[in-house]
């Protein structure tokens, strides 16, 4: 079964981010999706908030802030904090 995030936003970041990267992005969404459904293609979809991984990609990888910031059209996590499975993290500027 093949990962589908859940909107074509999510997908184009992937293409535009070095590989280790991508793994961690569908990792995290995985680790913080409510459910997994499949589609009519038989995809998994993981739904996850894009703020949350907005403030994670952000943390994570910095250099590649133009094209997080360009894919997700939103403010990175929730005043100043944001989950990662069962963990809330403090978004560090």
Do not use: W
């Amino acid at each position: 079964m093949t990962l589908k995030l859940t909107n074509q936003a999510s997908e184009t970041i992937l293409r535009k981010l070095p590989l280790e990267l991508q793994r961690e992005i569908s990792q995290f969404i995985k680790r913080n999706s409510l459910l997994a459904k499949k589609d009519a293609e038989k995809y998994k979809i993981y739904p996850c908030c894009h703020a949350c991984l907005k403030a994670h990609l952000l943390t994570r990888a910095p250099k590649h802030e133009e094209v997080i910031n360009s894919h997700l059209d939103c403010e990175p996590g929730h005043q100043g904090y944001y989950l990662d499975g069962k963990e809330l993290k403090i978004i560090e500027e």
